[in-house]
């Protein structure tokens, strides 16, 4: 007996146990959820600003209406009052305010202030309303891809919206009424309330002016050339944060096609970051900078700077006719060197390169230059391009990807590319925000450049910029001249595959341009993607490059270059 009474006092307490310490704090949250009913109060969405300041994305007041079916006194007589308040059918509210298996309903979203206030003085018993602010977008296309949007209920989707919603979305409160059982407010009952606490706010690195200018000369280029598409990316090559990122064609943030998909999913895509494609001759920076860091490592293999290539027009490599372009453009051949032939992008001075390099060498330097792989960006969905594998890439293939064929790469892929190899051989990855502040404008935290890697030494970067810039003075990127100002770069001229075979007509006319060629300050990739007529990237991508840059020396008031 004394056994049987001793166990039975064990299990009692044990139980004791249980419910007083180890489930005490959910027990609670259900007594607490059993004789109350809470009423949201939703965090304000932080709002997106450009580097100097300006509003980006915000909020406008609006407010969602709910109702506690249980606490409504007379659902007819209240489904009347609220028809003509909320301006919702009087039948769609009866039968909500009916319907009381549920504890809270919403009868209307996103309303504005008059609402709210007619409601408050109607003093409809069981009926409230929350602040549920509507996202608004003062500039509607601008940016669009890279700002993204919410979802209905204020979450983000996608672009930067959707990449750090966490910090941008904030903490619901909630305001809490005693209620009896079955929900119906008590008298004199005291109303408990939990703030919301409010989202950061976030300060892109985007340049508002530098966006709304490239956004300008792309829209443009993209009327004039009658072309399929347009991209642009311009960074700060000193520490690769994006300044403008530009995809056209776009559309208003303040006006999604939500009920086409197919429409949004294409026009909210960020295909600078996420699409891919064959880069053609704007690679060659990439293949000159490995030949002259080797030359200057004192590899035999490395073709000296003063080396004179060949002035045969063509190549052969597994059996494999690689021509210049300037056999289909009844251009002139000679012999020339690195420097002219970056001036006129001869195709078999870079197969030279890549086959004297060799494969091991050549493919060392496309992993340091992170093809093949993430930039690191902060932004979601971005491609890592397509880079055949080392161990089974022939020597046709290596002499192809020399001069930016046999490869696929990210606009951002590339653009980064060109900027570690023109900074001093610095490789950053690229970033979109700069900062997060709380909305007393106190700093929350600071994002830091991320040096990944060093790609080649100082000394190969000036001797590459002082060839690139020969290149925009003398050589195929004229058209982004512009007098005083050492403006460099590199066109290119990419024909398009359809189904593994090239589509006859299409092609993707570019061009990678920077300045001041001595110390970068401004980088810009400049993509045309299928212009009609005129479509080499000399005349048609170029020019875009040249009408940024003017831009941005008046904005920025830039004195023009000593000597």
Not at 432 to 452: E, H, I, M, N, P
Request: proline residues 3%.
């Amino acid at each position: 007996m004394i056994l049987v009474i001793t166990f039975l006092f064990c299990l009692f307490l044990g139980r004791f146990f249980y419910i007083q310490v180890i489930r005490k704090e959910n027990l609670h949250y259900l007594a607490l959820d059993q004789w109350t009913r809470e009423i949201p109060v939703h965090a304000g969405r932080g709002s997106i600003y450009d580097v100097n300041g300006v509003l980006l994305a915000g909020n406008d007041a609006a407010y969602t209406v709910y109702a506690r079916a249980n606490a409504v006194e007379n659902a007819s007589s209240a489904a009347a009052t609220l028809s003509g308040i909320l301006g919702v059918q009087r039948e769609e509210l009866e039968k909500k305010l009916s319907d009381r298996s549920k504890s809270e309903i919403v009868l209307l979203r996103k309303t504005g202030k008059e609402t709210v206030e007619a409601l408050a003085s109607s003093s409809i018993r069981g009926v409230y309303y929350a602040r549920d602010d509507i996202r608004v977008y003062p500039y509607g296309q601008l940016a669009c891809q890279v700002l993204g949007f919410t979802s209905f209920d204020g979450s983000g989707t996608t672009g930067v919206e959707g990449y750090y919603n966490s910090f941008l979305a904030g903490e619901d409160g909630e305001l809490l009424y005693e209620t009896d059982l079955v929900g119906v407010d008590l008298d004199n009952s005291i109303a408990a309330y939990f703030p919301a606490q409010d989202g950061l706010n976030v300060r892109l690195t985007l340049d508002y002016r530098i966006q709304s200018l490239a956004e300008q000369v792309m829209g443009q280029v993209l009327e004039t050339s009658q072309a399929k598409a347009a991209r642009a990316v311009v960074l700060d090559p000193s520490d690769c944060s994006v300044l403008a990122m530009v995809n056209l064609p776009s559309y208003d943030l303040n006006s999604i096609p939500r009920n086409d998909l197919d429409a949004l999913n294409s026009l909210s895509r960020n295909r600078v970051i996420s699409d891919i494609y064959e880069p053609g001759s704007t690679f060659k920076i990439v293949t000159a900078a490995a030949n002259i860091e080797e030359g200057l490592k004192g590899n035999s293999r490395a073709l000296p700077l003063n080396h004179v290539y060949s002035s045969s027009r063509t190549r052969v490599v597994d059996g494999t006719t690689i021509k210049c372009w300037s056999d289909h453009n009844n251009g002139k051949h000679s012999n020339q060197t690195l420097a002219e032939a970056l001036n006129n992008s001869c195709n078999p001075c870079f197969v030279d390169i890549a086959l004297s390099l060799g494969r091991e060498t050549f493919y060392d330097y496309l992993e340091a230059f992170n093809f093949g792989r993430a930039t690191g960006i902060d932004f979601a969905g971005e491609s890592i391009g397509m880079l055949l594998p080392e161990s089974i890439v022939r020597d046709c293939d290596l002499a192809r990807i020399g001069f930016g064929q046999t490869i696929a790469v990210s606009p951002l892929q590339l653009a980064c590319a060109a900027a570690s190899a023109v900074n001093g051989g610095y490789y950053y990855a690229p970033r979109l925000v700069d900062s997060f502040f709380s909305s007393d404008g106190s700093l929350q935290k600071k994002t830091q450049a991320t040096l990944l890697h060093r790609t080649v030494s100082e000394e190969t970067s000036r001797i590459l910029s002082g060839m690139l810039e020969g290149v925009v003075r003398d050589g195929s990127g004229k058209k982004a001249y512009i007098e005083g100002y050492k403006v460099a770069g590199k066109t290119g001229t990419a024909q398009k595959y359809e189904n593994g075979h090239i589509a006859q007509g299409k092609y993707v006319s570019s061009f990678v341009g920077y300045f001041p060629a001595d110390e970068p300050k401004y980088l810009a990739l400049i993509i045309v993607d299928e212009p009609q007529g005129t479509y080499y990237g000399s005349t048609v991508a170029a020019p875009c490059a040249r009408e940024i840059f003017e831009g941005i020396i008046d904005m920025m008031h830039l004195p023009r270059s000593e000597g």
